[in-house]
C-alpha cells in the first residue's frame, strides 16, 4: 500500500474533539514499526475522499472512531476480509498498537486516519459508508467539556450524509448520562431510527462482542453496565 493523498476538507471544521494528541511514549521496537508501516497506511486528506478507491473490490466501507488500543478494530477486519476498513485515532499509544495488529495479522483491508475523525466525515461523499463505530468515546464528564462529546448535531448531521440508507452507526458507553445524551440527540435527528427488538435489550452487546481494554478496566472500577446502541440510517 501507498500512503493517499487527498484533497483538503470544507473550511470551518469545528474544534477538535479531543483534548491532548501525543499520549503514551512509543517504545523503540513499536516506533520503529510505526516509522516504517505508517506512511503506507495513513490516509492524509487534501480534498474530497472516495473511500471505494481506497479498497477496490470491497463489500463494505466501515469507519471506527477513536478505536484506542485497536482490539475490535483489528478483531473485525480479520473477520471480515472483503470489508474496507478506515480507523480513526489521534493518540500515538493506540496508532502503535494498531500498527502492530496490522503487521502481525496482515491486515490489508485497514488504513489509519490520524486527526479529527468529523474532518474526514467532512471529506467522504454521501451515503458511502455500511457503518460507523463510536466505541467508548471520552464521555467529556464535566458541563463545560460537553462540547467536546464526539455526538452532536453537526456529527449526527454528517454521519447521517456519509452512511447509505439502513447502514448503522453503533454506539457503545459506560456512562449513563452520555447515553442519555446521545439518544436525546439521536430522537432529534430524524435520519435516524432507534428500534430496539425489547426494552432493556440496549445493555446487550453486539454479536459477536468480545470486551475491549478500556471495557475491561472499567468492570475492574465498578462500572458493570453498558449501553450498546444501534442507530439505524433512514
Known amino acids: ?13 469545528p474544534r477538535a474533539f479531543f483534548g491532548r494528541r501525543a499520549g503514551k511514549t512509543l517504545h523503540g ?17 487534501a480534498g ?3 473511500p471505494a478507491s481506497l479498497f477496490p473490490g470491497a463489500e463494505r466501507i466501515v469507519v471506527e472512531i477513536g478505536y484506542g488500543g485497536g482490539e475490535h478494530l483489528a478483531r473485525k477486519a480479520a473477520e471480515e476480509p472483503g470489508t474496507g476498513f478506515i480507523g480513526c485515532e489521534v493518540f500515538t499509544g493506540g496508532i ?19 486527526d479529527d475523525a468529523l474532518k474526514l466525515l467532512l ?6 459508508l455500511d457503518a460507523v463505530y463510536l466505541l467508548y468515546p471520552d464521555p467529556w464528564p464535566k458541563t463545560r467539556h460537553h462540547k467536546r462529546r464526539f455526538v452532536s448535531p453537526t456529527t449526527l448531521a454528517e454521519l447521517a450524509r456519509v452512511l447509505r440508507p439502513g447502514g448503522r ?8 448520562d452520555y447515553a442519555d445524551w446521545t439518544l436525546a440527540h439521536i430522537l432529534r435527528t430524524p435520519s435516524f431510527r432507534f428500534a430496539p427488538e425489547a426494552p ?14 478500556y471495557e475491561r478496566k472499567a468492570r475492574r472500577e465498578g462500572r458493570l453496565t453498558s449501553f450498546y446502541f444501534a442507530f439505524v440510517r433512514t
Open 1 to 13: 500500500m501507498t500512503a493517499h493523498q487527498l484533497p483538503k476538507t470544507r473550511a470551518g471544521a
Open 29 to 45: 521496537g513499536q516506533k520503529a514499526l510505526v516509522e516504517e508501516l505508517l506512511p503506507q497506511v495513513e490516509i492524509r486528506l
Open 48 to 50: 474530497a475522499l472516495d
Open 96 to 114: 502503535g498498537k494498531m500498527v502492530q495488529a496490522i503487521a502481525a495479522g496482515g491486515l490489508d483491508n485497514v488504513l489509519l486516519y490520524t
Open 123 to 128: 471529506a467522504l461523499p454521501r451515503a458511502s
Open 169 to 176: 452507526f453503533y454506539f457503545a458507553t459506560d456512562i449513563e
Open 200 to 213: 432493556g435489550g440496549w445493555h446487550e452487546p453486539y454479536p459477536g462482542w468480545q470486551p475491549t481494554r
